[in-house]
């Protein structure tokens, strides 16, 4: 895994906190396999640039700013997930693939494969249909 990057902070900060109700530096370290040290740093950054309030004894919170970014990146990364899963990709690829490419994508980009994905799944037979390309091909490159 390379360097998680601050959209990966904020993304996984704002996951603990909806799942536990607090983010503690430890745990983010943890998610992110990263030393807390690190983690330290980087929320430092964070509260500077007004992302999350840091105290050292009482744990971090969101600002409205924060709070408003995670969601988008939360989202951002659970549509990719869908996008990558409805157009047949392997599931064991999926999450790396993800973290892979979630910032490096536009949100013009990321709301256009949004479309697609509400495309796909208002009928299951685009599915279907998109299944029996795939099969095609892949007969034809065995
Ligand atoms: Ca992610």
């Known amino acids: ?20 109700g607090y ?8 998610a992110l396999a990263v030393h807390p040290s690190s983690v330290t740093k980087m929320v430092q950054k964070l509260d500077k640039d007004e992302y999350l309030i840091y105290e050292k004894y009482r744990g971090l919170v969101l600002t409205p700013k924060g709070k408003k970014i995670g969601k988008r990146l939360v989202y951002r990364h ?12 392997d599931e064991e690829k999926i999450y790396d693939d993800v973290e892979g490419i979630e910032h490096h994508l536009s949100w013009n980009s990321i709301d256009r494969i949004g479309d697609l994905v509400q495309y796909l799944e ?3 037979k685009r599915v279907t ?10 007969q034809e490159n065995q």
């Not at 249909?129 to 892949?138: A, F, T």
């Open 23 to 30: 983010a503690r530096v430890s745990d983010i370290a943890e």
């Open 129 to 138: 249909d998109l299944r029996s390309v795939q099969k095609r091909n892949e």
């Open 78 to 89: 659970e549509l990719l997930e869908q996008f990558l899963r409805i157009i047949g990709v």
């Open 1 to 20: 895994m390379t360097t998680p990057s601050m959209e990966d902070y904020i993304e996984q900060i704002y996951m603990l906190i909806e799942e536990k």
């Open 122 to 124: 208002d009928d299951s």
